[in-house]
């Protein structure tokens, strides 16, 4: 039997898009076994992003417990996914292969720096993978050729955080990218996104 978890969202940042604030949402994951963040955020401001004036969240690293996460996954490698991962030196980062590829060729635009901060140990991942009992990642390709979902038993249908494979709730209710697709066909409960402060729940 699958182990349950719960997860958390926590705001850390905002930033400007078609002329409104967006929220940018990291999601602890409290497993039996394990804490897990997914995504990281943002920790400071960079040139590249200016054009979207991030606002930082003070003391988000605190109510996520930065010392006491066990492992991380990024679920791609934009600038306001990665932009923490500095602060999880020593322990595992996990990423589709295909992602840090595509990062290190420039095939992704990101703030390179920040994916290539100094004691980040990154674990690729070739295709899907459990990473603990009842937490997968799986493959979700879309918003980057790279990106992957998190797939957490939670002791009924499962929960899914989903990162920007749908950037808004309303592309999961027409999805249309692979990765959108994928989620719709595990008939999740809930699905968390990186750019919502609520998950999005599938029609009745």
Do not use: K
């Not at 932009?83 to 292969?97: A, D, I, K, S, W």
């Amino acid at each position: 039997m699958a182990a349950p978890a719960l997860i958390r969202p926590v705001l850390v940042a905002e930033l400007l898009a078609d002329g409104e604030r967006m929220p940018v949402v990291v999601h602890v994951v409290e497993h039996p076994d394990a804490r897990v963040l997914v995504d990281t955020g943002l920790t400071r401001l960079h040139p590249a992003a200016a054009d979207l004036d991030p606002r930082l969240v003070p003391g988000w690293q605190d109510e996520v417990g930065v010392d006491s996460i066990d492992l991380v996954v990024n679920t791609h490698l934009h600038f306001d996914h990665c932009g923490g991962n500095h602060l999880f030196t020593g322990r595992p980062v996990h990423v589709q292969r295909r992602e840090l590829d595509d990062v290190r060729s420039g095939a992704v635009p990101t703030v390179r720096e920040w994916v290539q901060a100094p004691g980040v140990e990154y674990v690729p991942v070739d295709g899907e993978l459990e990473v603990l009992p009842g937490l997968r990642l799986l493959p979700a390709p879309g918003h980057t050729p790279g990106s992957q979902v998190v797939v957490v038993e939670t002791g009924g249908r499962p929960q899914v955080v989903c990162g920007d494979t749908a950037v808004f709730s309303g592309e999961l209710d027409d999805p249309r990218s692979e990765g959108q697709r994928l989620v719709r066909g595990l008939d999740p409960e809930l699905v968390w996104l990186s750019h919502e402060l609520q998950p999005w729940r599938p029609p009745v």
